[in-house]
C-alpha cells in the first residue's frame, strides 16, 4: 500500500504562487511515475503535470509555462510550483503515483484545494 500526503494548497490571488508537495510512503523502494491532477468546480479530473522516475515532465497546455513539477526520488515527494495563477486554475489538486508504471496500480491523494480569486 501506498499512502499519500498533501500540502501547500490555499488562498492566492490572481498573479501569485503557490507550491504543492505530495510525500508518499509505505511498502515501496521507487516510483516510476509521479504528478498532479485537478478537479476544477464541476468539471472532470484533469491532468496537470507528470514526471519520471528519471526526470522527464509532461503538463497540460494550460499550464506550460507557468508550473513547474518536480520531484526528489531519495525523499520519494513530488512538487508542483505554480506561478502567475488565474482564476481559472482554482481547483481540487491531487497527486497521483505509480510506483510500476505501467503495470501497477495508481494511487491518488485526497485532494488540496487551491483557490485563485480575481
Known amino acids: 500500500q501506498v499512502q499519500l500526503v498533501e500540502s501547500g494548497g490555499g488562498l492566492v490571488q490572481a498573479g501569485g504562487s503557490l507550491r504543492l508537495s505530495c510525500a508518499a510512503s509505505?511498502?515501496?523502494?521507487?516510483?516510476?511515475?509521479m504528478g498532479w491532477y485537478r478537479q476544477p468546480p464541476g468539471k472532470q479530473r484533469e491532468l496537470v503535470a507528470i514526471?519520471?522516475?528519471?526526470?522527464?515532465?509532461n503538463y497540460a497546455d494550460s499550464v506550460k509555462g507557468r508550473f513547474t513539477v518536480s520531484r526528489d526520488n531519495a525523499k520519494k515527494t513530488v512538487y508542483l510550483q505554480m506561478k502567475s495563477l488565474k482564476p481559472d486554475d482554482t481547483a481540487v489538486y491531487h497527486c497521483?503515483?505509480?510506483?510500476?508504471?505501467?503495470?501497477?496500480?495508481?494511487?491518488w491523494g485526497q485532494g488540496t484545494q487551491v483557490t485563485v480569486s480575481s
Open positions: 509505505g511498502t515501496i523502494l521507487s516510483i516510476n511515475l
Open positions: 514526471i519520471t522516475s528519471g526526470g522527464s515532465a
Open positions: 497521483y503515483v505509480n510506483p510500476a508504471y505501467p503495470y501497477g496500480p495508481d494511487y
